[in-house]
């Protein structure tokens, strides 16, 4: 990869694994919360109230925070099948195009949550059981959609170095 990309490819790593990290202690969060409330139902009669609110939001969190690794490491699913055969400087024109696209609906994504996040937080918005309020966790996955619009700029510069040098 071009040394012109070291800096943003930094960025990213760093930002993309301590989202990761944050992810992966939700998810334990969420396993141990579901297996207390387990306990607590069949053992004692006594579930956790508002665990299952807990749980779901636990998981906009989980799900949230783990997409800008996965797309750093390149772990959504990908057809490949007809992308292989085609010449070099078309495949490196398709990804560039594709990553464009992908940042283009991640910049959407994070500008709409960030209103939606700020109607919620005047509003006063909170969770049935528990009077947790939305508009935190709305606000997270705008942020968390920056990581992800940084990895796809990479993504595409790095395609329309490719497509240039094929």
């Known amino acids: 990869m071009p040394a012109r990309f070291g800096r943003l490819e930094k960025i990213v ?5 301590w989202l990761n990290w944050v992810a992966g202690a939700g998810m334990v969060a969420m396993l141990a919360l579901i297996v207390a409330d387990v306990i607590g139902i069949k053992l004692f009669k006594w579930p956790i109230p508002g665990g299952i609110e807990v749980v779901g939001f636990l998981g906009v969190v989980v799900t949230a925070f783990a997409i800008a690794y996965t797309q750093l490491i390149r772990g959504h699913i990908q057809v490949e099948f007809l992308f292989m055969r085609l010449p070099k ?5 398709v990804s560039a195009f594709v990553s464009l696209l992908g940042l283009a609906l991640f910049v959407l994504l994070a500008w709409r949550s960030g209103q939606y996040a700020y109607v919620l937080q005047k509003t006063g918005e909170v969770s049935m059981t528990q ?10 996955i705008a942020l968390t959609c920056i990581p992800v619009c940084l990895a796809l700029l990479l993504g595409f510069l790095r395609s329309v170095a490719k497509a240039v040098k094929a």
């Open 13 to 17: 790593n760093v930002s993309s694994r």
């Open 89 to 93: 400087r078309w495949r490196g024109g």
């Open 131 to 140: 009077g947790i309020p939305f508009y935190p966790l709305v606000y997270a």
